[in-house]
Nanobody, 121 residues
Framework: QVQLVESGGGLVQAGGSLNLSCVAS????????MGWYRQSPGNQREFVAT???????NYAGSVEGRFNVFIDEAKNSVSLQMNSLKPEDTAVYYCYAYISRQAGPFAFDYWGQGTQVTVSS
């Protein structure tokens, strides 16, 4: 089994910063992609940012220039530095990983339990 554990959520004022972290553990052969999605009440889960093991990052347009995603392959971890936070960034943030558990072409999606980020105006 593979587990993703997030940390770092909380309450912050608009304009402030937060850093989220996520560590993958378990039977892992190779972490291919890690990243973050978020879901606010009444809305579907949406893409925030992902990064490949090679360091290629992608961001949602709503966060580009404010958020930065980093991967540490040695630690099977990903972090999300969130700056200039806005009330509309309030959501549960979920860690995501695309991981292969053995050599070969097979890899699967894994999700964390989520961590709440609340930005007050």
């Amino acid at each position: 089994q593979v587990q993703l554990v997030e940390s770092g959520g909380g309450l912050v004022q608009a304009g402030g910063s937060l850093n989220l972290s996520c560590v993958a553990s378990g039977k892992i052969f190779s972490v291919l992609v890690m990243g973050w999605y978020r879901q606010s009440p009444g809305n579907q889960r949406e893409f925030v940012a992902t990064i490949t093991s090679g360091g290629s990052a992608n961001y949602a347009g709503s966060v580009e220039g404010r958020f930065n995603v980093f991967i540490d392959e040695a630690k099977n971890s990903v972090s999300l530095q969130m700056n200039s936070l806005k009330p509309e960034d309030t959501a549960v943030y979920y860690c995501y990983a695309y991981i292969s558990r053995q050599a070969g072409p097979f890899a699967f999606d894994y999700w964390g339990q989520g961590t709440q980020v609340t930005v007050s105006s």
